[in-house]
């Protein structure tokens, strides 16, 4: 029987910590894949092409990574960790392009310096994963196809459609530019150290007919529909940040020439009909700096 890589083996990433003098931090949610099965599948989800400019968030010790490099990927990393770092760097030297720091704080200045990317991946950590995805929705550098494994209760509100129990702002967020799809769930023992809760992997492939560049009218009305779920749309967005930009008067006539029932309650619109809105709305009067 062949000898387990160190991506499989749960003793061997055990003795490289140790051997490196590294403890794993919980609130970075460093939870391994250890799974070779899970992993050929997450990164076949990727659809990729030789060549491809990828970016993969949190590579960790390199579960991920060291198959997108087999696939001669043009890849950049973004890890936190200083000591999984040193691991990288030791491991890849200079097939890959290290972004040190939290992905939160970097991305931006690494889009605008590098080529924006073709593909995006990542297994997240788990307290500030949906934050990550909104902020590439937000900042509309999701590319053609991105594939990211979350808490499944994350991955669920990304998936749920309106009316459903769990419909939030996030599910429409994420829809925005994308159709949001579910690879597979992976239980904690496809994991070094296991995690107490399920993850899902799930595939955001960007709609033929996505709106480019920032529209945070969108975001906005996002925000202001869910301000509280037992209220009408009327009733959140009379006090919101949409009604403050435009008046309530137009916001009003927006929804009738939208045809926007406001009587409804935020939980119950699509994203075609957030999306009707806003543009009826900036065909009144444009928002200020658009
Ligand atoms: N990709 C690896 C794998 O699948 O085995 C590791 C995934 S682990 C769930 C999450 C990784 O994200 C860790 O390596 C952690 O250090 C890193 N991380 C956590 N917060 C981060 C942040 N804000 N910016 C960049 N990396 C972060």
Redesign the pocket.
Known sequence: MSEKSLWDSKQKIRDLLEEQGIRL?KR??????VDANHRRRIISALELSKGDKVW??????G??THVLIAKSCDLTV????HG?IRILRDLFDSSISIVE????KTFKETARSTATPERII????YS?GSIMIASLVEEDLLPEIAVF?LQKEVADRMLALPGGKDYSSFSLVCQFRSRVEKICDLGGNAFFPPPQVVSSVVRLRRRPDASTGNLPDYFTAVHDLFRSRRKTAANNLKNGGLSSRYGWDTLQKAAERSSLDLGRRGETFSREEVLGFVETLSGIRPASGL
């Open positions: 931090k970075f949610g460093q939870n391994f894949l993969e968030i949190g590579p960790g010790i579960s991920l973004f890890e936190i960790d999984l720091g939290d992905f939160l990542g297994n997240l950590p500030s494994t």
